[in-house]
């Protein structure tokens, strides 16, 4: 998991000002990567309830501060383009994606 201090190192803040914001897309990263992965994303195996949990790993990170990034810096989109999340993103869940049959 990434924390208020990496992300905002990610996207280049040096200031609080907008810390509540950040914290509030942590947190969205947080639930889309789960909805999108349709899996529940653990911090540690001892925390495994189902077989289908994910530990959580450094490509779900990456991930979440792509999100971060993204949102943080499109918070008033008006096009589609800038709506869609980076293909970057994309690439560091699928693998862990749970593709139901």
Known sequence: MIDL???K???RV?????????QAYID???EQIQAHLDR???ATE???VNENDLVDNKALDAARLLFVAHLYANREATTQATIELP???WSLIQPYRNMGV
């Not at 040096?14 to 950040?22: G, K």
């Open 5 to 7: 201090a990496k992300a």
């Open 9 to 11: 190192l990610h996207c």
């Open 14 to 22: 040096d200031h609080d000002d907008e810390d509540t914001l950040i």
């Open 28 to 30: 969205a990263a947080n």
């Open 40 to 42: 529940k994303v653990i």
């Open 46 to 48: 001892a925390e495994r």
């Open 87 to 89: 293909l970057g993103y």
